[in-house]
């Protein structure tokens, strides 16, 4: 059996199950099962796919966002790349087997990753011009003869120019399906693996146009049905895709987190520094990105990575360079960091309900450099702004451009297959179940490293066992055993 993974970056449960329009989603909920997918901590697309990918939490993968701790310097921050992720993933296992796999645009994949088969680079890839970012190289040729240019993203998506965004992700996503479609049915695969990003595009640009829960909702605004409608233009694109597939296909559709309204963003910084954890030689006379503030590292307990979620880090003796918090006072200090987090309030003195996580006791191992404390803020109905110089904690403008929605950490998923015991709606899943769940339905081996379950759990697949053994070459070994005393 070939499996299909068709990745939805963003996707939301709420409004990809609920709209009827939406008929060849509809069909494959119909004949399989859906649910919503509990995402990873943090819900952020990079590491989550490859959380998904190689059933491994982040910890254990040693990423923890797009942008990690080198080391325990103050300034040593390394980008994520596709040679962070060093676990085996799905379409590792599948090589294994002697068998091909098609990846195209799963995060981190530049530079390209070198499967048994094709892969083509992400939305990290630097310029699909001048850079190599498929493999084989040859690849890269081909779809800019298919084509033309290829965007791997919408380069400034941030923006207020909305009418120019929607026309930028439709012709983004039109290119990436038309190679997708290409490679379905001009190479040989068995495992194909993609995810489109424009929908996590859509989302963070226009999610306050079109969630009547959202701060800054106007009714009737000329954009409400912005999100419905690419929804929509999904669904049209999977319904080609299912034109041009085998009937014994495995189909997963999937996101790797969820969405939802923004509120705002609270100044994680600018509150260090009110709480006297974090000390600058000169505060800054207007607005300064943490990288850029004179910091006193001699009396700095406590910084922070803005983003999504906060990264919190600690300034710990004999750990970094000059760091003043005693390691026998580590654990107790930490928890009182901790309590002072989930005490935040929004404007008006009313609790955020934030989240705070330590990484130990959410990971089953902790690698390289981690946070000392993860934060959800509002339990992401807040992102973490990181800069200093704001003369509020509160902001409802994004630090880094117009930004409408946070990550929910409820994704979806729909996985219809022929030899499947799941039917209807799936509850408990979790994102770190799906390769489990995925090799299993394909006959393949589950590698050892993987945390997750397989959602199959026990039930039996429908179809029989793939043995690796013809009928002739079973009955054999059937007789040999029998006169061995081994069955009956």
């Given at each position: 059996?070939?499996?299909?993974?068709?990745?939805?970056?963003?996707?939301?449960?709420?409004?990809?199950?609920?709209?009827?329009?939406?008929?060849?989603?509809?069909?494959?909920?119909?004949?399989?099962?859906y649910g919503g997918l509990e995402s990873i901590i943090p819900p952020i697309t990079v590491p989550a796919w490859?959380?998904?990918?190689?059933?491994?939490?982040?910890?254990?993968?040693?990423?923890?966002?797009?942008?990690?701790?080198?080391?325990?310097?103050?300034?040593?921050?390394?980008?994520?790349?596709?040679?962070?992720?060093?676990?085996?993933?799905?379409?590792?296992?599948?090589?294994?087997?002697?068998?091909?796999?098609?990846?195209?645009?799963?995060?981190?994949?530049?530079?390209?990753?070198?499967?048994?088969?094709?892969?083509?680079?992400?939305?990290?890839?630097?310029?699909?011009?001048?850079?190599?970012?498929?493999?084989?190289?040859?690849?890269?040729?081909?779809?800019?003869?298919?084509?033309?240019?290829?965007?791997?993203?919408?380069?400034?998506?941030?923006?207020?120019?909305?009418?120019?965004?929607?026309?930028?992700?439709?012709?983004?996503?039109?290119?990436?399906?038309?190679?997708?479609?290409?490679?379905?049915?001009?190479?040989?695969?068995?495992?194909?693996?993609?995810?489109?990003?424009?929908?996590?595009?859509?989302?963070?640009?226009?999610?306050?146009?079109?969630?009547?829960?959202?701060?800054?909702?106007?009714?009737?605004?000329?954009?409400?049905?912005?999100?419905?409608?690419?929804?929509?233009?999904?669904?049209?694109?999977?319904?080609?895709?299912?034109?041009?597939?085998?009937e014994d296909t495995a189909i997963l559709v999937v996101s790797d987190h969820g969405a939802r309204a923004l509120?705002?963003?609270?100044?994680?910084?600018?509150?260090?520094?009110?709480?006297?954890?974090?000390?600058?030689?000169?505060?800054?006379?207007?607005?300064?990105?943490?990288?850029?503030?004179?910091?006193?590292?001699?009396?700095?307990?406590?910084?922070?990575?803005?983003?999504?979620?906060?990264?919190?880090?600690?300034?710990?003796?004999?750990?970094?360079?000059?760091?003043?918090?005693?390691?026998?006072?580590y654990e107790r200090f930490r928890d009182e960091v901790k309590a002072m987090f989930e005490q935040t309030a929004?404007?008006?003195?009313?609790?955020?309900?934030?989240?705070?996580?330590?990484?130990?006791?959410?990971?089953?191992?902790?690698?390289?450099?981690?946070?000392?404390?993860?934060?959800?803020?509002?339990?992401?109905?807040?992102?973490?702004?990181?800069?200093?110089?704001?003369?509020?904690?509160?902001?409802?403008?994004?630090?880094?451009?117009?930004?409408?929605?946070?990550?929910?950490?409820?994704?979806?998923?729909?996985?219809?297959?022929?030899?499947?015991?799941?039917?209807?709606?799936?509850?408990?899943?979790?994102?770190?179940?799906?390769?489990?769940?995925?090799?299993?339905?394909?006959?393949?081996?589950?590698?050892?490293?993987?945390?997750?379950?397989?959602?199959?759990?026990?039930?039996?697949?429908?179809?029989?066992?793939?043995?690796?053994?013809?009928?002739?070459?079973?009955?054999?070994?059937?007789?040999?055993?029998?006169?061995?005393?081994?069955?009956?």
């Amino acid at each position: 059996m070939k499996t299909l993974v068709i990745g939805l970056d963003c996707a939301a449960p709420e409004l990809l199950f609920t709209d009827e329009r939406l008929v060849n989603f509809r069909r494959l909920m119909e004949g399989g099962c859906y649910g919503g997918l509990e995402s990873i901590i943090p819900p952020i697309t990079v590491p989550a796919w490859m959380c998904m990918s190689t059933s491994q939490d982040p910890g254990s993968l040693g990423v923890y966002g797009f942008r990690n701790r080198a080391d325990h310097s103050y300034d040593a921050l390394s980008t994520v790349n596709s040679k962070s992720i060093r676990a085996v993933a799905m379409w590792d296992q599948v090589a294994m087997e002697g068998k091909r796999s098609v990846i195209i645009g799963v995060p981190p994949s530049y530079p390209p990753r070198k499967v048994n088969g094709i892969s083509v680079g992400c939305f990290l890839t630097p310029n699909t011009a001048t850079d190599m970012y498929t493999h084989p190289a040859g690849i890269k040729e081909e779809i800019e003869r298919l084509v033309g240019d290829y965007p791997v993203d919408v380069k400034g998506f941030r923006t207020p120019n909305k009418d120019w965004l929607k026309d930028e992700i439709y012709e983004m996503t039109r290119k990436h399906f038309e190679v997708i479609r290409h490679y379905l049915q001009n190479t040989e695969w068995d495992y194909f693996q993609f995810v489109e990003i424009g929908l996590d595009r859509m989302h963070h640009g226009f999610w306050k146009y079109c969630d009547p829960r959202h701060v800054q909702y106007v009714p009737g605004n000329p954009y409400q049905d912005v999100i419905s409608e690419y929804y929509l233009y999904l669904d049209h694109e999977l319904g080609r895709i299912f034109e041009v597939l085998d009937e014994d296909t495995a189909i997963l559709v999937v996101s790797d987190h969820g969405a939802r309204a923004l509120d705002g963003g609270f100044c994680v910084n600018e509150w260090l520094v009110q709480q006297g954890l974090l000390v600058l030689n000169s505060y800054p006379r207007e607005v300064t990105p943490f990288g850029e503030l004179d910091v006193n590292w001699e009396k700095t307990k406590v910084w922070s990575e803005g983003g999504y979620y906060a990264r919190v880090f600690f300034n710990v003796k004999g750990r970094e360079p000059k760091g003043v918090i005693e390691r026998g006072e580590y654990e107790r200090f930490r928890d009182e960091v901790k309590a002072m987090f989930e005490q935040t309030a929004d404007e008006h003195g009313k609790l955020l309900g934030t989240l705070v996580f330590k990484p130990e006791e959410v990971y089953k191992t902790v690698r390289n450099v981690a946070p000392d404390l993860i934060v959800h803020f509002g339990a992401l109905a807040w992102r973490s702004i990181g800069g200093v110089g704001y003369s509020t904690l509160h902001i409802q403008e994004n630090d880094t451009g117009p930004d409408d929605c946070n990550h929910a950490q409820i994704g979806a998923f729909i996985l219809a297959a022929s030899n499947s015991p799941l039917q209807g709606e799936i509850k408990g899943a979790h994102l770190l179940d799906i390769a489990p769940t995925l090799l299993e339905l394909g006959g393949y081996d589950v590698a050892p490293t993987m945390q997750g379950r397989s959602l199959i759990g026990g039930r039996g697949l429908t179809g029989p066992p793939d043995s690796g053994m013809t009928a002739e070459g079973e009955e054999i070994i059937r007789q040999r055993l029998s006169g061995l005393g081994y069955i009956s």
